[in-house]
């Protein structure tokens, strides 16, 4: 286990966005599979493997790289370590990157399904501040520890591992007619 640790980190080092964005897209992909197998109870055959591959690409060039862009930047304006940093980069992560970003991705994941713009703007208006509430009680935790115990470069894989379930949730969310 110990070299695949060492070949990661080395991997990680050398090729932070690549890597980063490839573990988004790994996770985001499995939190669809894990969608329709778990809560919509589809069998293999069944599984809408257009989705889950949809579900990767917006990891990988989306959710990957905006998660490690935006880390750095608040790494950057706000500082490293501390517990007010923390609590600074937690408050400026929920208030201006999570609204945000939950718009970008649920336009994002309604256009790769094909809907028009009519179907999102309902959608959003349905949806949006109920899945953000949502956002509210899970992440601003998670990223508080995830601020003041992770080290920057690991920030992003400790993200993308909580949000296999929060990936779940929002493929869900996103796939209910």
């Given amino acids: 286990m110990m070299p695949i640790i ?24 499995l939190g669809d599979h894990i969608a329709q197998k778990a809560v919509s109870k589809k069998n293999y055959n069944e599984l809408d493997w257009t989705r889950t591959s949809q579900f990767a ?7 990957g790289p905006a998660t490690i862009i935006w880390y750095r930047i608040l790494n950057k304006y706000v500082g490293s370590k501390g517990g ?3 609590l600074k980069k937690v408050t400026f992560d929920q208030i201006v990157f999570a609204p945000i970003f939950l718009i970008v991705l649920l336009s994002t994941i309604h256009t790769l ?6 179907e999102f703007k309902t959608k959003l208006k349905e949806e949006y501040y109920e899945i953000l509430q949502n956002n509210y ?6 990223q508080l520890a995830n601020f003041y115990f ?5 920030q ?4 993308q591992m909580v949000a296999l379930l929060w990936n779940v949730y929002i493929t869900y969310r996103t796939n209910i007619h």
């Fill in 6 to 29: 060492r070949a990661y980190q080395k991997l990680l080092t050398k090729y932070p966005l690549p890597v980063q964005a490839a573990q988004a897209g790994t996770l985001m992909a």
């Fill in 57 to 63: 690409t917006i990891g990988c060039l989306l959710t």
């Fill in 84 to 86: 007010t940093v923390a």
């Fill in 113 to 118: 399904q094909g809907k028009n713009l009519g």
């Fill in 137 to 142: 009680k899970i992440w601003p935790f998670v």
């Fill in 150 to 154: 992770v080290p920057l470069h690991y």
């Fill in 156 to 159: 992003a894989l400790v993200v």
